[in-house]
């Protein structure tokens, strides 16, 4: 049973469905070659995949090319279906950082024959996350700033202004489809400059005033 917390008010809560958003930055679906979307892509992640601050991602063998994909984090705190874009954010218990782990290989290979991706994106160590900060340290969650460094070197930076989707919506959409409960995560997708690790790379995903998940990758 995999857990998360807000430590600065002693809230753990059990992980339950982690539901990701893809192509949700105009940029990062230009680099990839991919059409706009024209409703959120989602996809799923099992609470296996996470890993916390300090751990290890680890390559699957059945993969040469693994990139990262650094994004926000949302919490959600209670129950709720078919919610109301103008009531998403009172079901938003904290926000957090992620690094979405993706087997871009074995990712585009199953694409090209209409098959269904979740071993690419659902393995284990696939989704390093934060603590969690409360939802009212976050006084907008468009107007922060995601940061990714490999080996200190910066290779993400963007605002989450630019989500084609944003926080509201990618609540009310998905609680349309799915019921949202406590401890349901969602990951709101990656901004350009996406790219591949190797063993031996240090990984660090950085929202100034939310948090930071620095990882290794064996």
């Known amino acids: ?41 989602v996809f799923m992640k099992p ?3 996470v890993i916390g601050n300090g751990e290890q991602v680890v390559i699957p063998s059945y993969s040469s090319d693994c990139h990262y994909e650094a994004e926000l984090a949302v919490l ?16 938003v218990a904290g926000y957090g950082v992620a690094i979405d782990m993706t087997l871009r290989d074995v990712q585009d290979s199953l694409k090209k024959k209409g098959l269904p991706w979740d071993i690419a994106k659902g393995f ?3 989704c390093p996350l934060s603590d969690f900060v409360p939802a009212d340290r976050v006084a907008d969650p468009q107007n922060l700033t995601i ?12 605002s989450t202004g630019l989500m084609i989707n944003r ?17 349901d995560i969602i990951l709101t997708g990656t901004p350009a400059g996406v790219g591949r690790v190797q063993v031996g790379d240090r990984l660090e995903a950085v929202i100034e005033g939310v948090g930071t998940v620095a990882v290794g990758v064996v």
């Open 1 to 41: 049973m995999k857990t998360v917390s807000i430590p600065t008010t002693d809230n753990e809560y059990i992980i339950g469905k982690i539901l990701c958003i893809g192509r949700n930055y105009v940029d990062h679906i230009k680099e990839l070659g991919n059409e706009a979307p024209t409703a959120p892509v």
């Open 47 to 49: 609470a296996t995949a």
């Open 76 to 91: 959600i705190g209670r129950d709720g279906k078919d919610i109301a874009e103008s009531d998403a954010l009172t079901y």
């Open 124 to 126: 284990d160590t696939s």
């Open 147 to 158: 940061r990714l460094l490999l080996n200190g070197q910066e290779r993400q930076n963007c």
């Open 167 to 183: 926080v509201a919506r990618i609540i009310s959409y998905l609680s349309g489809v799915f019921t949202l409960e406590e401890g």
